[in-house]
């Protein structure tokens, strides 16, 4: 059962475009979201994150979305650019005190950004 | 530098044969996990360790083993492999709440291993 799912395997932006990534969960106790990026042959690196308090964090190029009624949440790059080229996983968290913060990854976006 | 150190990078292993992967952090972190990364569903957790000497079981823990002697080293032992063992790993780590104003949820990740079982 899939808590956390991204129901794109794959995006293609034209560089400059707004990238938009989305995902969906299914448990209203998540507490916290992640966006993390990776690169082939590298692991994962954080991006971004929100409470569930909020609605929007913005950082630079990158924002993150949330909506909770709807269950779900969004990441916002503007302008893309080639090198944000990348696998993009969201994550949940039901917070420190459920089994140390444990992640929950979605199944991840390909994102390609053509110059 | 800042990092989560695991070894070997690559293995390509037989059905059976014990194997070891290890992972190392240098940032004094209390926590850390091991994952799995296999297409189509993304990274699941294999075991945590909130502290030395404290493990537990994550989603997927069958035909795995762990140990936290030291709080830098977190190996993942497999004892007998097998060919659905075969994926990517990583090794992650955080502070937890420890020295930090707020948690974040925040993992720092190594940069996998590439295990195949034939």
């Known amino acids: 059962d899939q808590q956390v799912k991204q129901n794109s395997p794959s995006l293609s932006v034209q560089e400059g475009r707004i990238s938009i990534l989305n995902c969906d969960y299914t448990?209203?106790?998540?507490?916290?979201f992640l966006w993390y990026k990776k690169y082939p042959a590298e692991g994962p690196t954080f991006l971004i994150s929100?409470?569930?308090?909020?609605d929007k964090n913005e950082d630079g190029r990158f924002t993150v979305f949330l909506n909770k009624s709807a269950k779900h949440l969004s990441l916002h790059i503007v302008p893309s650019q080639p090198g944000d080229s990348a696998v993009y996983f969201c994550?949940?968290?039901?917070?420190?005190?459920?089994?140390?913060?444990?992640?929950?990854f979605g199944q991840g976006t390909e994102l390609s950004v053509k110059p | 530098e800042a990092q989560v150190t695991q070894n070997p990078r690559y293995l390509i292993t037989v059905t059976g044969k014990k194997l070891t992967v290890t992972c190392s952090q240098n940032?004094?972190?209390?926590?850390m996990s091991w994952y799995r990364q296999d297409p189509g569903l993304g990274l699941r957790q294999i075991y945590y360790?909130?502290?030395?000497?404290?493990?537990d079981k994550g989603d997927v823990p069958e035909g795995y083993k762990v140990s936290r002697k030291e709080k830098r080293n977190f190996p993942l032992i497999l004892e007998s492999p097998s060919p659905n063992q075969t994926s990517l790993y990583f090794c992650?780590?955080?502070?937890?709440?420890?020295?930090?104003?707020?948690?974040?949820?925040?993992?720092?990740f190594g940069e996998g291993s590439r295990l195949t079982v034939l």
């Open positions: 994550a949940a968290s039901l917070g420190w005190d459920n089994q140390g913060g444990k992640l929950i």
């Open positions: 448990n209203s106790m998540f507490d916290y």
């Open positions: 992650a780590s955080s502070p937890g709440l420890a020295g930090v104003s707020r948690w974040t949820g925040e993992l720092f």
């Open positions: 360790s909130m502290n030395v000497e404290v493990t």
């Open positions: 929100i409470s569930s308090i909020k």
């Open positions: 940032m004094n972190h209390e926590y």
